[in-house]
């Protein structure tokens, strides 16, 4: 499929903001930020979650419900995973979801989803 990112800042409740580079990974189902990102705008840890990885290892991460995510596509709230040393900085499908995107693996692009009223 090949390996996509996306430019983007996040901002917490006090307001600072930090830019980030975001791997876009369909696979993934929360947004996961650098240590040094969730840190730098002073995010704090709600709740810990197992989360599986690709080769079915688990690993426990805190998890944050109160970041602001800005992208070229749009911006909202998101919860996130507060990453690691060595993690990397993932944009996952929940966040893709509240902004009303989906990942094109074609076109290999961020598009706006249809959104269905049901």
Do not use: N
């Amino acid at each position: 499929m090949g390996i996509i990112y996306v430019e983007g800042r996040v901002r917490g409740a006090t307001e600072k903001e930090k830019e980030a580079r975001f791997l876009i990974d369909s696979g993934a189902t929360y947004t996961l930020l650098p240590k040094e990102v969730w840190q730098a705008i002073e995010l704090k840890p709600k709740r810990e979650h197992t989360f599986v990885l690709a080769d079915d290892s688990e690993i426990k991460r805190k998890v944050s419900a109160e970041c602001y995510i800005i992208l070229p596509q749009g911006e909202a709230h998101t919860p996130v995973i507060l990453g690691e040393e060595g993690d990397e900085a993932l944009l996952g499908v929940v966040t893709l979801e509240i902004l009303g995107l989906v990942f094109d693996p074609f076109k290999r692009e961020l598009r706006s989803m249809r959104m269905l009223l049901v």
